[in-house]
C-alpha cells in the first residue's frame, strides 16, 4: 500500500533510472580507462621489445654462447637504475611514437638510438665498463637493461625470450617464466607481426619476424591492474554519491510535487455534508493540479446544489405532508375533549377525509416523481391520435371550466403520436386544470395542436391572471407555488410532473406569461424516441 | 386573552381558532402574510400562532416586520423541523417554535406560557390575597374552595391577575377579552366585573373611576 503510492513509485523509477544510467556511464569510464592503461602498457611493451630485437640484432652471433646474462654488477646496479629511470621517464615521451613508427619499418633506425644513448651516457664512463664487455653477448640499449634486472631481492616486472621459429631460445631474462613458446607460421608475411596477449597478471608482446629471432617482452602489470580497481572504486564510490544525492533531490523534489495533491485529497476528504460550501484551493491555477482542483470545485459545486435541491425538496414534502397529518390530529384531539353533537363529530370526520385524500395523492405524486427521476416508471409506448386524447381530456375537466363560465376552445387536426398515452392525458389534464384554476371567471381557454416536421407541438392557453415575471422561470420546480394559497388547493408538484413525464418522452414543456394570461407548450418527437426504445435496445 | 392565529391551510385554521376559543381565548385568524401582519400590528395581541409557510408574505417576514413595532409573543407552527429552521426561527425573533403536527393541548401550555412569561410571571399559580388562580387548569379558588366562574368572567380574572398593582383599562379589556367578531356592547365590562365580585368578594377589584379596574393594589 505504502509503496503504491505515487511518490513512492516515482522515486524507485527515479532509482532504477539513476542506477542505470551511472551503471552504464561507470561501466563505460572504466573499460575506457582499463583500455587506455592496456594500449600505453602495451606500446611500452612494444618499444621495449623493439629494443630488445634492436640488441638482438646487433649481438647476433650463431648459438651457443650468445647469452643474455642479467646479474650484473651489482654494487652499481641501484645507482644505474635510478639514473636509467630518470632517463627512460624523459625520453619516452617524446620519443614514444618514433620509435614504435620506425624502428620496425626501418633497421637503420637503431644506430641512431646507439649515439644519442652513448651521448646521454658519456659523462658516466666508469659504470659503463662491465656492459661494453659484455655487449658482445646481448647488449641491450641502456633505457632498457635496467628494466629485467629488477630491485634487490624481487623479481623484476620485465622479462623478454628470444627465441627462433624452431623453438630454440637464444635469449632470456632472468626472470622469464618457463612458458610454452608459441610458433608462428608466417611464411606468408614478411614483415613483423606483432601481437599483444595477456597471460593472467601479464601482459606480454610478441615480434614475431620471419628472418630474426622471435622477443617476446612480458610484465607483470599487477600493479596496474591495482591502480584500476582503485580507480574503479572511486567510480563506484562517485556513483554512489551522485546516487544518493540524486535520491534526495528526487525525494525532495516528488515531495514538493506531491504536496498539493495530499493537501487537494485532505481538503476533498473533510469535505462532507455538513460543509459542501468548503472549496479546494487554487492557487496553482496554471498548473495541471490548479485544473485538477478547479475540475472538483466545479463538481463540489455541482454537488452542492444537488444536495440543497434534495434537502430543499425533502423538506418540502415532509411539510406538505405534516400539513395535513396537523388538521387531522388537531381536529380529532379536539373532537375527542368533550361530547359534540352529532353534526360535529360529522364535520370533523369530513376535515379528516379531506386532509387523508390530500395525504395519498401527495404520497402518489411523490412516488410518480420519484418513479420518473430512477427511470422505473415504464412508460407504455404505442402509437394514438393526441388530438382523441386531448379532447377527453378537455371533457374530463369540462364539468369544472362550467362551473365557472369558462369556454374550452379546441378544434384539433388529427396527429398519430408514438407516446405513452395515459401519462400524457395526465399532462392534459393537469395543465387543462391549472388554466381553470387561475382563470378568471367567464374567461376562456385555448387547446391547439400542430404537427410540425417531426414534432408535436400542444399548446393550452388561458385568459386568467397571469403569472408575474419573478415566478415564471421557477413553476416548473418541485412546490413551487409562487403567490399561491394552499386554500387554492394543488401541492406545487401538478407542473414538476409534467415536466418530469415530458422530458422522459424527450419533449420540451415551456411557460409563457404576461397580464392576458398564460399560455404553455408542450413539443413532443412524434417518433416515440426516449425511454421506449432504449428499453427495447437493451438486452 | 386575545391571540391572533396566521395560517393559511382552513381546516388547520378553523381547528385552531375553535380549540382555542374553547380555552376562552378570544381568536382572529387571518389566512395569510398580509392580512395577518396588518392585524397583528393594528390590535394588542396577548399572542401569535404563526405558520411559516403563507402566501404573500411569509411567516420570517412578518415576524421581522411586527418586530419593528410589537414585542407580542410569538409561536411560530411549522413542518420544517431541521434545526437550522428552528434555530433561524428563535433568532428571528420567534419566542416559541411547534414543529407540525403537533397536539393541540401542547399548543394551548405553550401559548399559556408564552402569555404569563410576557405578563412577567413564571409560574401558572397566581395568589392575590385568599384567592388563588391556577392558569393551567383555569380555576379559581377562594380560601381553597373552588369557585365557578364563565369563560369571560375567568378570561378577565386571569387579566386582571397577570397585571396585578397596575391598572387595566377598559379598552385594555375590550382588546384583549373580545375578538373581532365579538359584538362589543359598553356595558358588557361592567357586568362581567359585578358577576365577579358576588364570586370572589367586593374587595377583590378595585374600581378606578374613569380608568378602568385593578387587582392586588395592596399586594
Redesign the interface.
Known amino acids: 500500500m505504502f509503496f503504491r503510492s505515487i511518490r513512492w513509485r516515482l522515486q524507485i523509477w527515479h532509482a532504477t533510472i539513476l542506477v542505470v544510467v551511472l551503471t552504464i556511464f561507470g561501466g563505460t569510464v572504466y573499460y575506457l580507462q582499463m583500455q587506455m592503461r592496456m594500449q600505453q602498457i602495451d606500446a611500452e611493451l612494444h618499444r621495449t621489445a623493439e629494443m630488445v630485437g634492436t640488441g638482438v640484432r646487433r649481438a647476433f652471433r650463431p648459438p651457443p654462447w650468445m647469452r643474455f646474462s642479467g646479474g650484473g654488477p651489482r654494487p652499481q646496479g641501484a645507482e644505474r637504475r635510478g639514473r636509467d629511470r630518470r632517463e627512460r621517464d624523459e625520453a619516452s615521451l617524446p620519443r614514444e611514437s618514433s620509435a614504435d613508427d620506425e624502428a620496425p619499418a626501418t633497421p637503420p633506425s637503431a644506430p641512431e638510438v646507439e649515439p644519442q644513448e652513448t651521448a646521454d651516457t658519456s659523462p658516466r664512463n666508469a659504470p659503463r665498463t662491465p656492459r661494453e664487455r659484455r655487449s658482445t653477448e646481448l647488449r641491450l640499449p641502456e633505457e632498457i637493461a635496467h628494466l629485467f634486472e629488477g630491485e634487490e631481492g624481487e623479481t623484476p616486472r620485465y622479462y623478454f625470450i628470444v627465441w627462433r621459429d624452431n623453438g630454440e631460445i637464444l635469449h632470456k631474462s632472468p626472470s622469464a617464466p618457463d612458458l610454452e613458446l608459441p610458433t608462428f607460421d608466417s611464411e606468408d608475411s614478411s614483415s613483423l607481426v606483432r601481437i599483444e596477449r595477456q597471460r593472467g597478471e601479464f601482459r606480454e608482446v610478441i615480434h614475431d619476424s620471419r628472418f630474426a629471432p622471435n622477443i617476446l617482452v612480458g610484465r607483470s602489470i599487477r600493479p596496474d591492474l591495482l591502480a584500476q580497481y582503485r580507480f574503479g572504486w572511486l567510480i563506484v564510490g562517485l556513483g554512489l554519491t551522485v546516487l544518493s544525492a540524486g535520491l534526495l533531490g528526487g525525494m525532495l523534489l516528488s515531495r514538493r510535487m506531491i504536496a498539493p495533491i495530499a493537501e487537494i485529497s485532505s481538503t476533498a476528504a473533510e469535505i462532507s455534508v455538513s460543509n459542501l460550501s468548503r472549496r479546494l484551493n487554487v492557487d496553482e491555477a496554471d498548473s495541471e493540479l490548479g485544473s485538477l482542483a478547479s475540475t472538483l470545485n466545479e463538481m463540489f459545486d455541482r454537488l452542492e446544489q444537488a444536495f440543497e435541491q434534495q434537502v430543499r425538496f425533502t423538506a418540502d414534502a415532509s411539510h406538505e405532508l405534516r400539513t395535513p397529518l396537523a388538521v387531522i390530529l388537531s381536529h380529532t384531539e379536539l373532537a375527542l375533549a368533550r361530547e359534540r353533537s352529532a353534526a360535529d363529530y360529522r364535520k370533523t370526520i369530513e376535515t379528516c377525509r379531506r386532509a387523508a385524500l390530500r395525504v395519498k395523492s401527495l404520497v402518489e405524486q411523490l412516488l410518480t416523481l420519484a418513479r420518473l427521476d430512477t427511470k422505473e416508471l415504464s412508460l407504455e409506448y404505442r402509437e394514438f391520435d393526441v388530438a382523441a386524447c386531448l379532447y377527453e381530456c378537455v371533457e374530463l375537466v369540462r364539468p369544472l371550466a362550467e362551473q365557472r363560465g369558462i369556454r374550452i376552445e379546441c378544434e384539433l387536426p388529427s396527429l398519430l403520436l408514438t407516446g405513452d398515452s395515459v401519462r400524457l392525458g395526465q399532462v392534459f389534464t393537469n395543465l387543462l386544470t391549472n388554466a381553470i384554476a387561475y382563470n378568471r371567471d367567464r374567461g376562456r381557454i385555448e387547446v391547439s395542436l400542430a404537427g410540425v416536421e417531426s414534432e408535436a407541438i400542444i399548446t393550452v392557453a388561458d385568459t386568467g391572471i397571469g403569472i408575474p415575471p419573478e415566478h415564471l422561470p421557477h413553476v416548473f420546480e418541485r412546490f413551487y407555488r409562487g403567490d399561491a394559497s394552499r386554500s387554492e388547493g394543488g401541492s406545487g408538484l401538478g407542473l414538476a410532473i409534467c415536466k418530469s413525464i415530458v422530458e422522459a418522452h424527450c419533449g420540451t414543456i415551456t411557460a409563457m406569461s404576461d397580464h392576458r394570461g398564460s399560455s404553455f407548450q408542450i413539443r413532443l418527437p412524434r417518433e416515440g424516441v426516449g425511454r421506449g426504445e432504449d428499453e427495447t435496445s437493451s438486452p | 386573552m386575545r391571540v391572533l392565529i396566521v395560517e393559511?391551510?382552513?381546516?388547520?385554521l378553523?381547528?385552531?381558532s375553535?380549540?382555542l376559543r374553547?380555552e376562552g381565548y378570544a381568536v382572529d385568524v387571518a389566512?395569510?402574510g398580509a392580512e395577518g401582519l396588518y392585524k397583528a400590528t393594528s390590535w394588542e395581541y396577548d399572542a401569535l400562532v404563526l405558520d411559516v409557510?403563507l402566501?404573500?408574505v411569509d411567516g420570517w417576514a412578518l415576524l421581522a416586520e411586527l418586530r419593528k413595532s410589537k414585542s407580542t409573543p410569538v409561536l411560530m407552527l411549522?413542518?420544517?423541523?431541521?434545526v437550522s429552521?428552528r434555530v433561524r426561527g428563535l433568532d428571528s425573533g420567534a419566542d416559541d417554535y411547534l414543529?407540525?403536527?403537533?397536539?393541540?393541548?401542547e399548543?394551548a401550555a405553550r401559548l399559556r406560557a408564552l402569555i404569563r412569561r410576557a405578563a412577567g410571571s413564571s409560574t401558572a399559580l397566581l395568589e392575590i390575597g385568599e384567592i388563588s388562580i391556577d392558569t393551567a387548569a383555569r380555576t379559581v379558588t377562594r380560601c381553597g374552595e373552588p369557585v365557578d366562574l364563565t369563560a369571560r368572567e375567568y378570561a378577565l380574572v386571569e387579566l386582571l391577575a397577570l397585571h396585578r398593582g397596575r391598572l387595566v383599562t377598559r379598552t385594555m379589556i375590550y382588546e384583549h377579552l373580545f375578538d373581532e367578531d365579538d359584538d362589543t356592547l359598553s356595558n358588557l365590562v361592567e357586568v362581567h366585573v359585578s358577576n365577579i365580585r358576588k364570586k370572589l368578594g367586593r374587595d377583590f377589584i378595585t374600581t378606578r373611576r374613569g380608568q378602568g379596574y385593578i387587582v392586588g393594589e395592596n399586594g
Not at chain 2, 393559511?8 to 388547520?12: A, N, R, T, Y
Not at chain 2, 411549522?78 to 431541521?82: H, I, L, N, V, Y
Not at chain 2, 414543529?99 to 393541540?104: A, D, H, I
Open positions: 393559511d391551510e382552513p381546516d388547520l378553523r381547528v385552531l375553535e380549540s374553547e389566512a395569510d409557510m402566501p404573500k411549522t413542518a420544517r423541523d431541521a429552521d414543529v407540525k403536527p403537533f397536539e393541540l393541548a399548543l
